[in-house]
């Protein structure tokens, strides 16, 4: 029996974690523990799944520690919504447990200092994202010299001005349901900038070997390149259970299907474009802070967060993300890889005052 612990549990991931666990797709699963920020549903979850619960603040690293001591969980799935997921997955790590991690920040930010600490206590970081998924999966016994990241394209693709954009309109997404702050980043591709960070430093692919491609379906989640020039893809419908229960319980451990079938036998189409920069400045801005180091990799994250929430409250319009964005990334950050959580923090606040300061 697996013991799983959800960090985020009344969120998009969270839910459809434990959708899954009800379908009966995890029946060598244990929900051991639920955390939640605020949310009031959590204690009738708990009571749902007879597991404990805590509400838990993300920065609040000794009372997780104490919840994972107590919850003792084999593998904790990570689904904390920004910057706030680091410190947790840091803590999980530090307890050495296996994380099943949907928190693309924690990687982005915590980068090689975060994965060595990871390997220092023999952790397997696993990813949720269905992108990042989708390459662990498909590297498995192969060599790859490309990755390529496909896009929905979000619902700005072919809408030429967005300078009027209102929240509402950022909010709805062509083909996934998710929290907020990750359907307006899909909405400006600084997601997919995320995931092409995140992909770099957990496969250890140079910025220029990862290429994106808008792919309105999103049934192709990602895809890899050999040196022969054969290519590689994991196609499944826009559902996250697949790659929630796979990085939980292991490919082929379920015991029913956990996606629909894909109609083969019919016809539908597979359609794959190119991105154009200037339309998605926030891509372009992600690869550039990729390529600048990491510190530039926290000052992205932080800038594009606060920026977002701002704008979802109303008090900057859609096109200032970027231009928030743009101008904290102006300023002076290291070049070199952080080496400790206490320098990742000083760098996020360092960002976080510039973009406050702008928002």
Same mark, same amino acid.
């Given at each position: 029996?697996?013991?799983?612990?959800?960090?985020?549990?009344?969120?998009?991931?969270?839910?459809?974690?434990?959708?899954?666990?009800?379908?009966?797709?995890?029946?060598?699963?244990?929900?051991?523990?639920?955390?939640?920020?605020?949310?009031?549903?959590?204690?009738?979850?708990?009571?749902?799944?007879?597991?404990?619960?805590?509400?838990?603040?993300?920065?609040?690293?000794?009372?997780?520690?104490?919840?994972?001591?107590?919850?003792?969980?084999?593998?904790?799935?990570?689904?904390?919504?920004?910057?706030?997921?680091?410190?947790?997955?840091?803590?999980?790590?530090?307890?050495?447990?296996?994380?099943?991690?949907?928190?693309?920040?924690?990687?982005?930010?915590?980068?090689?200092?975060?994965?060595?600490?990871?390997?220092?206590?023999?952790?397997?970081?696993?990813?949720?994202?269905?992108?990042?998924? =989708?390459? %662990?999966? !498909? @590297?498995?016994?192969?060599?790859?010299?490309?990755? $390529?990241?496909? /896009?929905?394209? *979000?619902?700005?693709?072919?809408?030429?001005?967005?300078?009027?954009?209102?929240?509402?309109?950022?909010?709805?997404?062509?083909?996934?349901?998710?929290?907020?702050?990750?359907?307006?980043?899909?909405?400006?591709?600084?997601?997919?900038?995320?995931?092409?960070?995140?992909?770099?430093?957990?496969?250890?692919?140079?910025?220029?070997?990862?290429?994106?491609?808008?792919?309105?379906?999103?049934?192709?989640?990602?895809?890899?390149?050999?040196?022969?020039? =054969?290519? %590689?893809? !994991? @196609?499944?419908?826009?559902?996250?259970?697949?790659? $929630?229960?796979? /990085?939980?319980? *292991?490919?082929?451990?379920?015991?029913?299907?956990?996606?629909?079938?894909?109609?083969?036998?019919?016809?539908?189409?597979?359609?794959?474009?190119?991105?154009?920069?200037?339309?998605?400045?926030?891509?372009?801005?992600?690869?550039?802070?990729?390529?600048?180091?990491?510190?530039?990799?926290?000052?992205?994250?932080?800038?594009?967060?606060?920026?977002?929430?701002?704008?979802?409250?109303?008090?900057?319009?859609?096109?200032?993300?970027?231009?928030?964005?743009?101008?904290?990334?102006?300023?002076?950050?290291?070049?070199?890889?952080?080496?400790?959580?206490?320098?990742?923090?000083?760098?996020?606040?360092?960002?976080?005052?510039?973009?406050?300061?702008?928002?």
């Amino acid at each position: 029996m697996i013991r799983l612990l959800i960090l985020g549990a009344t969120g998009s991931i969270g839910s459809t974690c434990l959708k899954a666990f009800r379908n009966g797709l995890m029946p060598d699963v244990k929900i051991a523990g639920l955390t939640a920020a605020t949310s009031p549903s959590l204690e009738k979850l708990a009571s749902d799944f007879n597991s404990e619960f805590c509400y838990l603040n993300g920065n609040d690293t000794r009372r997780l520690s104490e919840f994972i001591d107590k919850t003792s969980p084999d593998i904790i799935l990570n689904a904390i919504a920004g910057s706030s997921g680091l410190p947790a997955t840091l803590t999980a790590i530090s307890k050495g447990r296996d994380i099943a991690l949907a928190n693309k920040e924690s990687v982005v930010m915590g980068g090689s200092f975060m994965l060595n600490e990871a390997k220092r206590n023999n952790v397997r970081i696993i990813p949720v994202d269905s992108e990042h998924s =989708a390459i %662990y999966h !498909l @590297l498995q016994g192969k060599k790859a010299s490309r990755l $390529i990241i496909t /896009a929905s394209g *979000g619902p700005f693709v072919d809408r030429k001005d967005t300078s009027n954009v209102t929240v509402k309109e950022a909010l709805c997404h062509p083909t996934w349901k998710m929290g907020k702050k990750i359907t307006v980043d899909s909405a400006t591709l600084a997601n997919k900038g995320l995931e092409v960070m995140e992909a770099s430093l957990l496969f250890g692919f140079p910025p220029d070997k990862i290429d994106v491609t808008i792919h309105r379906q999103s049934i192709v989640h990602s895809m890899i390149e050999t040196s022969e020039g =054969a290519v %590689y893809a !994991l @196609l499944s419908p826009p559902d996250m259970t697949l790659p $929630i229960v796979m /990085a939980i319980t *292991g490919e082929g451990n379920s015991p029913k299907r956990l996606t629909a079938a894909l109609p083969f036998s019919s016809a539908f189409n597979l359609s794959f474009e190119g991105w154009d920069r200037n339309h998605f400045p926030m891509l372009s801005l992600a690869y550039e802070a990729l390529k600048l180091g990491g510190g530039y990799r926290i000052a992205y994250t932080r800038a594009d967060e606060c920026a977002v929430n701002a704008f979802l409250d109303g008090r900057i319009s859609f096109n200032r993300i970027h231009e928030i964005t743009t101008e904290v990334l102006s300023s002076s950050f290291t070049l070199s890889e952080p080496s400790s959580f206490e320098e990742i923090l000083e760098i996020d606040r360092e960002a976080r005052k510039k973009a406050e300061a702008l928002c």
